[in-house]
């Protein structure tokens, strides 16, 4: 059978924890810190996260559940992994696998660029701190040469973990990583509790404002939720290939998408009172039309602002906060650039640090070609990838799990690290979840 296919020398992570801290790590990106704040506070604060809540349990967790499944069983890449579950439909399964694996190759290579800015922040907030202002400005204004170089600077650094390996690369660095993540985010977040202003942004991010609960902001928290667990770019399936068979995968992806969603409420605890720090010191926080600035501008243009208004208190505080961005988006970029290094090494016979060289490589590339054609090429790639692909990959795995997949292929499987689940409620509604309402959910999302 295709499941066993993959090599018995396969790489695998060595412990729960080890997982846990990789698959979290993915989930947990730049949308986490920059996205969810806003997007909460501008939607009705602790209404929109009671929504996102329901919505992280309602659609994200069962098909976080299904993408790990097919994962393990197949025990291989995501092309192999769908083939072992689509018996009847292998050329299907195949250009499932490629699709995701190129649609993820395109997220990397924007990720990288934004990513490569961050680079830039954070040492141009430490040139700051010694008063080398002209390299400073230099390296936080937008140029080409510059995006060029700091985007070159974060795939050379993302290549080198996801070089070594699952064990010694991916899972020996999430380890690292996301504790720290964890420590800065609560130093930074406990330091902005004690300036003026804050209050009002925790008013505005915990105070529920009832008015906002429309359909419009049920949608928009499901579309949070399954952004937020990297569901769609085979990222999941992938790790999920790399699981042992004891592995208890309703109980792991529980604890995935709870600290996912941990940190996205944090990282709420944090931006949202920052905000209000940074009016209070003369900073503007809102557009034209009223709205919260939010995304890029609020990463690149207001907190930096903020941070010049506090002196050298400031930078060192801007330090730490563009380090806490640059660990939650390599995390990210080390788990997709992992997708197409898989599939090179199964499908093609390819040494790890070979197809690290040439995928990362051509990546770069398309990166560089990107960064040549900004106004172009960012903002549709941007689109291609988040807007239509991912909601659509997302929707055909759900399928193939629901309906495709044999019912009792899957139980055996999830029996193996959880012998009683085949009495369980989850046994009883997961299945019929997946099958049913995860499709419909779906199609919500990408329709939004």
Not at 80 to 105: E, H, N, P, T, Y
Not at 295 to 312: E, I, N, Q, R, Y
Not at 385 to 390: D, L
Request: proline share 3%; glycine share 10%; aromatic share 12%.
């Amino acid at each position: 059978m295709v499941a066993n296919m993959a090599s018995g020398s396969r790489g695998q992570f060595t412990s729960r924890f080890g997982f846990i801290m990789a698959a979290a790590g993915s989930a947990v990106g730049l949308g986490n810190v920059w996205g969810f704040p806003t997007q909460a506070a501008s939607n009705g604060g602790a209404v929109f996260l009671l929504v996102y809540l329901c919505m992280v349990f309602l659609l994200a967790y069962p098909m976080l559940v299904a993408e790990l499944t097919i994962g393990r069983y197949g025990q291989s890449n995501p092309i192999r992994a769908f083939r072992s579950v689509w018996l009847q439909g292998k050329w299907g399964a195949i250009l499932l696998g490629v699709i995701g694996m190129v649609v993820v190759s395109l997220i990397l290579s924007f990720y990288a660029i934004v990513a490569g800015w961050l680079v830039g922040s954070l040492f141009g907030s430490g040139l700051t701190l010694i008063g080398a202002d002209s390299a400073s400005q230099w390296l936080t204004s937008f140029s080409t040469e510059r995006n060029l170089i700091l985007m070159v600077s974060f795939m050379v650094l993302t290549m080198f973990v996801v070089r070594n390996g699952v064990a010694n690369g991916i899972e020996k660095w999430s380890t690292r990583l996301m504790p720290l993540l964890f420590v800065l985010f609560g130093l930074l977040t406990v330091y902005i509790f004690t300036q003026e202003g804050a209050l009002d942004g925790l008013k505005m991010y915990l105070v529920p404002d009832l008015s906002h609960f429309t359909p419009d902001v049920v949608v928009s928290a499901m579309g949070q939720a399954f952004f937020s667990l990297s569901l769609g770019v085979c990222v999941m399936t992938t790790y999920g290939s790399y699981l042992n068979k004891e592995a208890n995968l309703p109980k792991t992806a529980a604890q995935v998408a709870l600290i996912d969603t941990g940190v996205a409420f944090i990282a709420g605890l944090m931006v949202l009172p920052a905000m209000f720090v940074a009016k209070h010191n003369g900073v503007e926080i809102f557009s034209p039309s009223g709205e919260l600035l939010n995304s890029d501008t609020l990463v690149f243009t207001v907190l930096p602002a903020m941070f010049d208004t506090m002196g050298a208190v400031g930078a060192v505080i801007g330090i730490i906060f563009f380090l806490l961005m640059i660990i939650a988006a390599l995390t990210s970029s080390i788990s997709m650039l992992e997708v197409p290094v898989a599939c090179a090494v199964e499908e093609l016979q390819q040494k790890r640090s070979s197809a690290v060289l040439w995928i990362g490589g051509l990546v770069t590339i398309i990166s560089g070609v990107i960064v040549l054609n900004f106004s172009s090429l960012f903002g549709l790639v941007i689109n291609f990838t988040t807007v239509y692909s991912q909601p659509i990959i997302a929707l055909l795995i759900t399928l193939i799990a629901g309906w495709i997949w044999n019912r009792n292929q899957i139980l055996l499987e999830l029996k193996q690290g959880c012998p009683e689940i085949e009495n369980s409620l989850f046994w009883k509604i997961w299945p019929w979840y997946v099958r049913l309402v995860c499709p419909v959910l779906m199609l919500m999302v990408f329709f939004a």
